[in-house]
Every structure is written in C-alpha cells, then in structure tokens.
C-alpha cells in the first residue's frame, strides 16, 4: 500500500513514471490488435474506448493513480451520442483521464506528429483519430471539416482538449482555447461537453520530480447545446465554455477530494466509502443540458455566475463521489 500511496520520493518518481511509459506501449500495441479485430468485424468506433479502459486499469495497478468521477456527472458521457467532448489539459497524465471518462464511439483529435510514433501512432491511425497539422491551416480545417462528416454519418463524438498543449500548471488555471472544438460542435450541430479534472499538482510535477498515488476527482457538465447558433458565435461560444470549465476547475480544487490531488504532502487519504457516506452526493441538481441562444453573445457570459455554477455542480459543493 505504501507503494502506491506514500509519500513521493525520486525513486518513487522514476518507478511511476517508467511504469506509466510501459503501460502507455503496452496499451498501444494491444490497441493495434484489436483495432485490427474490431474493424474487420465493424466495431472500429469502440476501439479506443477499449483501449482506454484497458489502460486505466494497468496504470490503476502499476502507477496507484485514477481518476474518479464525482456525483453521478458520467451521466453525461452515456447519454449524449454524438457530441463534442471538451477537457482541461494538465500534462500527459491526462491520457488516463481519457481512460476514464472516454464513452464508446469516441474518437480523440491528436497532433500530426503522433501519427509516426510506433505503436501509439498505429493504433490511433488504426482507429480513426483525426490528426491536426497544426502548420498547416488547410490541412487542420479539413480534418475537422471531416471530423464533421463522421461525427453526423456515424454518429461518432470526438474528445479534444481545446488549450491545445498542456499547461503543467502548479495551480487551477486554464491555458486560453483555440476554437476548432467549437466550430465543429456548430458545424455538426452537436453538444459541447466540458469534463474537469481537478487540479492535480500534487499528484504529478515533473519539475518537482514528483509523482505519488492518489485519487484525482473530474466533474462532467451538462451539455451545452449548438442547435441555434452559427459561425457567427463561436468567440462567444468559446469565451463562454472557458469560464464555466475555470469557475468549477477551481471549486472543484478546492473541494476535499481536489486538495487531496493539488497538495504535494496529501495527509489521510479519503477513502471512497468514507466520503460517499460521510458527504452528499453532488451534480444531483444539474439540468439535463445548457442551451445558448443565437445571436446572443453577452447572455452566453452572463450565464457564467455562481448561480449557475452550483446548477452544475449541485449546491452542497463538490464531495460527493461516483464508482
């Protein structure tokens, strides 16, 4: 147990961080087989939902480190097929946030780059990744432009983190969005999903060398729906979304379970039976879904207020936890 939960140490840091790079290739080379498997038999949509739980549950075992959605906010993952999804991009522990929160038929936007990575980049190639070269405007806008066309033929979503690089951030912070995950929601005529995951500074700071166990809590919003708006909004779209995703980073940070990813020195851990019964569920209150009106850009801002935020993440703030 103290292996995993202790205190972090540069052995403990060089032990995770080797172990989490074996999960990664490990993962990525059974992801080129069974993406093989998968599309001759037509399922090539769930191929990087299998893959992404395969990897959380190795690096679960490996590493000591998960993410855990709080409240009953996965609802949001399940119910809404296609959608954008959307989240806040830290470091490259954020590929096991993906192993969590990623539904069946989703598809993740990468960096051409990637593309040539062995193993990894054969398995996102294999199955159905849309890569961005990010140098090339034409070429990035008919990837998405594509992107579109599956998302609405095969009702396939997509996940991107709209930062577009991680931030590495030593606190709650977001890095500003590009707006390519906003034109396409709108081109597509589909929700934007925001998923949150707290800050976890904590738990991961390779300028810090350090890397522990721990439990970091995420937080899926309500849908934001696109059916009304046009070109035309998407910098208010965008600006909007920003906010929503800034105020519950930070509510969620602070939040006990938050605090127990952001500090570098954790205390106790809090286990999950203890909170659930110790706390009250939270996101009970959420509305089914956020919809933004056209042509309408400073009522996309206003609605950013604390009211609204606690419609989101409920009113008895962010404890909570869901299995």
Known sequence: MSLFLGRTSTPSF?????????????CAAYGVVISIVLTIFGYQGIAQWAVARAF???MRLST??????????????????PAVF?????????VLLLGTVFPKYTSVTSKKS??????????MSLSGTV????????????????????????????????????????????????????????????????????C????????????????????VLPPIQTDNLDASDVDALTNYTRELMLKTLMKLTESPQGQQAFKAEPGP????????????PIVESEPDSMEVKKDDSDALRKRVTDKELKKSVGEEGIDGVAT
């Open 56 to 58: 959380k549950f190795t």
């Open 131 to 198: 890569f961005i070269d990010r140098a090339d405007r034409k070429s990035a806008v008919k990837a998405f432009d594509g992107a579109a066309t599956t998302i609405r033929e095969k009702r396939q979503s997509v996940f991107i983190f709209p930062e577009g690089t991680r931030s590495n951030a030593a606190e709650p912070m977001l890095l500003p969005f590009k707006k390519g995950a906003f034109h396409l929601a709108i081109q597509a005529k589909v929700p934007i999903i925001p998923v949150v995951a707290a």
């Open 64 to 81: 000591g480190v998960r993410f855990r959605i709080l409240g009953g906010s996965d609802k949001h993952l399940r119910d809404n097929r």
């Open 269 to 280: 851990l809090v286990l999950p039976g203890k909170a659930t019964e110790e706390t009250a």
């Open 114 to 123: 990637l593309k040539s990575v062995p193993f990894l980049g054969w398995f």
């Open 200 to 219: 976890y500074w904590g738990v991961l700071s390779p300028k810090e060398w350090r890397f522990r166990g721990g439990e970091i809590p995420v937080v």
């Open 86 to 94: 959307i989240g806040n991009h830290q470091t490259a522990l954020d």
């Open 14 to 26: 060089l032990y995770r961080l080797l172990a989490a790079y074996g999960a990664l290739v490990l």
